[in-house]
């Protein structure tokens, strides 16, 4: 369901990790020197996400971008593109993608599951004219989804504050690492601008039933997101094992111990048990949080420029 | 795809119907409480297109009913924000997210192309409550996990959470229920709830 749209995120990533490095690095300097007085909510920081208000500007921001930029080209694409076509695209990238999981299942010593993921790249590729039939799924032999990240949260690093990146969307601390080091193992990254280019509409159109999803049913688009992700992260990185018991102990704990101390972490810490008491453990440095609000301002401000240009031009038309 | 988020969310959707007190009938047990409340649930697909959206939220209002514990999930979705609730807020609300949870299966689950639930396991927790793990199998796409919480309400088991793919309606709904409370405040989230409602029930 959700990993489509997150596998989406973590594609695009690949493209663009370069340029979003650049892009944060001039904002944090730019803002430096702006004006502050981002309006303090009287809101209990989540720790595991202590930049919310950063991370929401940016989350508005990467919003509109898509609804003026990427989603009329995705739209465009998944019209004129017939559907055996666009299967085909997914598969051929699908594919690519198996190299960097065989390299993790190895990294997780998953030896098993990386010898059947080896299979399914040779099969796909060879019979599978490289890689545009899923020839393996008809053999039986699902797709895993293994990345860096969760290689990395294997080896103990712990997951780090939630983050959505600008262009790129969700991600945390320890995704960052993760996503480099998928994109350096992804052989899409070596091509050409252009099939890069349709890596990106793939990807952006895969997610459309996802992104549709959290539009009908999110009261709050970015903590149903933050939230989703989290725990679809969470579940991947355990295969499946995620504590489910504990999920309902804590919640259950919150009504019959009427303890308001140990109540007031939200759902998403109980989930994240041991991550969120990583965080806690380092205390976040105000001015860094400072900085990130600075620099979410400055998003913010972006924002409204482009919601004004797209007004202009509605005048214009009329 | 598409058709397996709205399965993982729809379920989710449900939980915090209203007070309608779960009326102990004959005590089943919490297996037969989950497999009961999933074969209506492809009923109503299967129907899906002759009921019709009120045909479908009719029908799949008592099967929520009966199988969930609508109380005690309102309670939790709220978490501690609840204590600031006046009896009046916390009943309205009670009564609103009963209908968006009905409305959103009425909207999720409108057609049948195949699926069918699998049980896989039942196992008790600490707390005395008991995890049913089940899947659902939807043609020519990846199965769906569906794990229910359920905890005795009386002499009867009722449903207090899914969990879809490792994701938890209840956390989920939790995490954005308590933040709209303190950003925005109690009048806000129910014009936003039934904002929701009002989006099913025209699509």
Same mark, same amino acid.
């Given at each position: 369901?959700?990993?489509?749209?997150?596998?989406?995120?973590?594609?695009?990533?690949?493209?663009?990790?370069?340029?979003?490095?650049?892009?944060?690095?001039?904002?944090?300097?730019?803002?430096?020197?702006?004006?502050?007085?981002?309006?303090?909510?009287?809101?209990?920081?989540?720790?595991?996400?202590?930049?919310?208000?950063?991370?929401?500007?940016?989350?508005?921001?990467?919003?509109?971008?898509?609804?003026?930029?990427a989603?009329?080209?995705?739209?465009?694409?998944?019209?004129?593109?017939?559907?055996?076509?666009?299967?085909?695209?997914?598969?051929?990238f699908?594919?690519?993608?198996?190299?960097?999981?065989?390299? +993790? !299942?190895? *990294?997780?010593?998953?030896? /098993?599951?990386?010898?059947?993921?080896? @299979?399914?790249?040779?099969?796909?590729?060879?019979?599978?004219?490289?890689?545009?039939?899923?020839?393996a799924?008809?053999?039986?032999?699902?797709?895993?989804?293994?990345?860096?990240?969760?290689?990395?949260?294997?080896?103990?690093?712990?997951?780090?504050?939630?983050?959505?990146?600008?262009?790129?969307?969700?991600?945390?601390?320890?995704?960052?690492?993760?996503?480099?080091?998928?994109?350096?193992?992804?052989?899409?990254?070596?091509?050409?601008?252009?099939?890069?280019?349709?890596?990106?509409?793939?990807?952006?159109?895969n997610?459309?039933?996802?992104?549709?999803?959290?539009d009908?049913a999110?009261?709050?688009?970015?903590?149903?997101?933050?939230?989703?992700?989290?725990?679809?992260?969470?579940?991947?990185?355990?295969?499946?094992?995620?504590?489910?018991? +504990? !999920?309902? *102990?804590?919640?259950?704990? /919150?009504?019959?111990?009427?303890?308001? @101390?140990?109540?007031?972490?939200?759902?998403?810490?109980?989930?994240n048990?041991?991550?969120?008491?990583?965080?806690?453990?380092?205390?976040?440095?105000?001015?860094?949080?400072?900085?990130?609000?600075?620099?979410?301002?400055s998003?913010?401000?972006?924002?409204?420029k482009?919601?004004?240009?797209?007004?202009?031009?509605?005048?214009?038309?009329? | 795809?598409?058709?397996?988020?709205?399965?993982?969310?729809?379920?989710?959707?449900?939980?915090?119907?209203?007070?309608?007190?779960?009326?102990?009938?004959?005590?089943?047990?919490?297996?037969?409480?989950?497999?009961?409340?999933?074969?209506?649930?492809?009923?109503?697909?299967?129907?899906?297109?002759?009921?019709?959206?009120?045909?479908?939220?009719?029908?799949?209002?008592?099967?929520?009913?009966?199988?969930?514990?609508?109380?005690?999930?309102?309670?939790?979705?709220?978490?501690?924000?609840?204590?600031?609730?006046?009896?009046?807020?916390?009943?309205?609300?009670?009564?609103?997210?009963?209908?968006?949870?009905?409305?959103?299966?009425a909207?999720?689950?409108?057609?049948?192309?195949?699926?069918?639930?699998?049980?896989?396991?039942?196992?008790?927790?600490?707390?005395?409550?008991?995890?049913?793990?089940?899947?659902?199998?939807?043609?020519?796409?990846?199965?769906?996990?569906?794990?229910?919480?359920?905890?005795?309400?009386?002499?009867?088991?009722?449903?207090?959470?899914?969990?879809?793919?490792?994701?938890?309606?209840?956390?989920?709904?939790?995490?954005?229920?308590?933040?709209?409370?303190?950003?925005?405040?109690?009048?806000?989230?129910?014009?936003?709830?039934?904002e929701?409602?009002?989006?099913y029930?025209?699509?």
């Amino acid at each position: 369901m959700f990993s489509k749209s997150f596998r989406a995120c973590d594609r695009k990533k690949l493209f663009q990790l370069a340029c979003t490095g650049v892009v944060i690095g001039t904002l944090v300097t730019l803002t430096g020197c702006a004006t502050t007085g981002v309006a303090e909510q009287k809101v209990e920081a989540n720790p595991v996400d202590p930049y919310e208000n950063f991370n929401r500007n940016m989350y508005g921001f990467n919003n509109s971008v898509d609804s003026y930029v990427a989603k009329p080209i995705s739209d465009a694409y998944r019209w004129v593109t017939p559907q055996f076509l666009q299967t085909g695209v997914y598969n051929f990238f699908n594919n690519l993608k198996n190299v960097n999981v065989v390299i +993790n !299942d190895v *990294l997780q010593a998953k030896f /098993d599951q990386g010898l059947q993921d080896t @299979g399914r790249l040779a099969l796909n590729t060879t019979l599978g004219l490289g890689g545009l039939v899923d020839v393996a799924k008809s053999v039986g032999w699902q797709q895993n989804d293994e990345d860096f990240e969760q290689t990395l949260a294997v080896w103990g690093v712990p997951q780090g504050s939630y983050l959505v990146l600008p262009l790129l969307g969700p991600s945390t601390a320890r995704g960052i690492p993760g996503s480099m080091f998928d994109t350096a193992a992804n052989p899409a990254t070596y091509v050409g601008f252009p099939v890069q280019l349709v890596s990106m509409l793939n990807s952006r159109a895969n997610a459309e039933g996802a992104l549709k999803f959290i539009d009908e049913a999110a009261l709050d688009p970015y903590v149903f997101t933050r939230e989703s992700f989290l725990q679809w992260r969470d579940n991947l990185i355990t295969d499946g094992k995620s504590e489910a018991k +504990n !999920d309902l *102990l804590d919640l259950e704990g /919150d009504l019959d111990v009427k303890n308001p @101390g140990a109540a007031s972490d939200s759902a998403s810490v109980s989930k994240n048990d041991g991550s969120a008491k990583e965080v806690a453990s380092t205390p976040v440095d105000n001015k860094t949080v400072q900085t990130f609000d600075q620099a979410s301002q400055s998003f913010d401000e972006a924002n409204t420029k482009i919601d004004r240009l797209k007004s202009k031009r509605h005048k214009k038309r009329k | 795809m598409l058709k397996a988020i709205r399965f993982t969310m729809i379920f989710a959707a449900f939980f915090l119907a209203a007070p309608l007190t779960a009326q102990a009938e004959t005590a089943e047990t919490a297996k037969q409480v989950v497999e009961k409340f999933q074969a209506e649930l492809i009923d109503v697909m299967k129907q899906g297109k002759q009921l019709g959206y009120a045909g479908r939220y009719a029908k799949i209002k008592e099967a929520v009913i009966n199988s969930h514990d609508l109380n005690k999930i309102a309670r939790i979705v709220v978490g501690k924000e609840g204590e600031k609730l006046t009896v009046e807020q916390q009943n309205k609300l009670d009564e609103v997210f009963s209908n968006l949870s009905i409305a959103s299966y009425a909207h999720n689950f409108k057609d049948y192309s195949g699926e069918s639930f699998v049980f896989d396991a039942e196992e008790e927790t600490t707390r005395g409550g008991v995890v049913v793990h089940s899947h659902l199998v939807i043609p020519d796409d990846k199965p769906v996990k569906f794990d229910y919480m359920l905890k005795e309400n009386g002499s009867s088991w009722r449903i207090i959470n899914i969990i879809a793919n490792g994701v938890s309606d209840l956390a989920l709904k939790r995490s954005e229920y308590t933040t709209i409370l303190q950003r925005e405040g109690f009048d806000s989230l129910i014009n936003k709830i039934n904002e929701k409602i009002d989006n099913y029930s025209k699509q």
